[in-house]
């Protein structure tokens, strides 16, 4: 079983930032969380990834809480182009455990 | 520089056949795995090779294999098939030095699939 919940959809209005929200309440220390997102029809994307510091990227930045159970990704400028659904992964023993993600709808 | 590329893109097989999908990772990459994406299921991960060693395995039946070459591509084989293996598998590539459950690991490179209908 996936270790994060993810709502299951959200809408952003163009231009704006989108926040995507993550819990992982049961993530370890030496956890990372790791943001894919998949645009319909192809592979997914790798986003960012991070411990326990906020990232920042060329696409995204990620916001992780001091206590680590939850992030956010934030996609700053929201295009029409950012539609898709987001991953939030944590890895699971070994493996990339893939829940069911946020479909993102960016809307003009 | 090219990506991960997977053949073929679509096929129709029907029930009892076995299929082979093909996957050549990123030049350099080393680290190859697969998932198989559903509608009912999402992303599940099948296995993951590293310089011709399965590394890792998913919770799938042994219907399900793998093996990778010396130049680091990789196939997949589905044996008798069934209708519920109606998919999209997708392959994966891992740039060098990554070490499968650490840190390093979290950059994957996905092909657009392989959508394997069973009739």
């Known amino acids: 079983d996936a270790k994060t919940t993810q709502p299951t959809s959200m809408d952003c209005a163009e231009g704006r930032a989108a926040n995507l929200p993550c819990n992982h309440s049961?993530?370890?220390?030496?956890?990372?969380v790791y943001w894919y997102r998949q645009i319909h029809s192809q592979g997914p994307q790798y986003i960012i990834h991070g411990l326990k510091n906020n990232e920042t990227n060329e696409m995204a930045s990620l916001i992780i809480t001091e206590d680590r159970k939850s992030s956010t990704l934030i996609l700053p400028h929201a295009t029409l182009r950012d539609t898709a659904v987001y991953y939030c992964?944590?890895?699971?023993?070994?493996?990339?455990?893939f829940g069911p993600g946020t479909r993102l709808s960016v809307l003009p | 520089k090219a990506g991960v590329t997977q053949t073929p893109r679509y096929l129709i097989k029907t029930r009892g056949q076995q299929v082979t999908l093909s996957c050549s990772p990123i030049s350099g990459h080393r680290s190859v795995s697969w998932y198989q994406q559903t509608p009912g299921q999402g992303l599940q991960f099948l296995f993951e090779?590293?310089?011709?060693?399965?590394?890792n395995k998913g919770n799938f039946p042994g219907r399900f294999s793998g093996r990778q070459f010396s130049n680091s591509r990789s196939e997949m084989n589905v044996s008798t098939l069934e209708l519920g293996d109606s998919a999209l598998y997708l392959c994966?590539?891992?740039?060098?030095?990554?070490?499968?459950?650490?840190?390093?690991?979290?950059?994957?490179?996905f092909g657009e699939g392989s959508r394997l209908t069973v009739l």
């Open positions: 994966a590539s891992s740039p060098p030095l990554t070490r499968w459950g650490q840190a390093l690991a979290g950059e994957l490179f």
């Open positions: 992964i944590v890895l699971y023993g070994q493996n990339f455990v």
């Open positions: 090779y590293f310089s011709e060693t399965q590394r």
């Open positions: 049961t993530i370890s220390g030496n956890e990372y």
